[in-house]
């Protein structure tokens, strides 16, 4: 399974940005598309953004979709997330898998720490 490390969270006020990267300690993620998900406090996890293996499809939960961009560089085993416009309710914390199905919404493998995200009004 694939090891990543999610950094680059933080406190920001709103309307402000933020970019989040994900990197891969022990296997090379050119073989997978790639997603983030977002836990915000007392809620169910949920999709936010997905690239596939070679960049030519990208796919956005509707609440991102115009303000966060994925990005991957295979050669450095990272994918990015920039986060533009936050609101308060981007608060949460994000995490980085592996991804399949049609909508590469599905995620593959165990959970990693995340990278906590507070956005203040």
């Known amino acids: 399974q694939v090891q990543l490390v999610e950094s680059g969270g933080g406190l920001v006020q709103a309307g402000g940005s933020l970019r989040l990267s994900c990197r891969a300690s022990?296997?090379?993620?050119?073989?997978?598309?790639m997603g983030w998900f977002r836990q915000p406090p007392g809620k169910v996890r949920e999709f936010v953004a997905a690239?596939?293996?070679?960049?030519?499809?990208?796919n956005y939960g509707a609440s991102v979709t115009g303000r966060f961009t994925i990005s991957r560089d295979n050669a450095k085993n990272t994918i990015y997330l920039q986060m533009n416009s936050l609101k308060p309710e981007d608060t949460a914390v994000y995490y980085c898998?592996?991804?399949?199905?049609?909508?590469?919404?599905?995620?593959?493998?165990?959970w990693g720490q995340g990278t906590q995200v507070t956005v203040s009004s």
């Open positions: 690239i596939s293996r070679i960049e030519d499809r990208a």
């Open positions: 022990t296997q090379d993620i050119a073989d997978y598309a």
């Open positions: 898998r592996p991804v399949y199905g049609s909508t590469m919404s599905s995620p593959l493998g165990p």
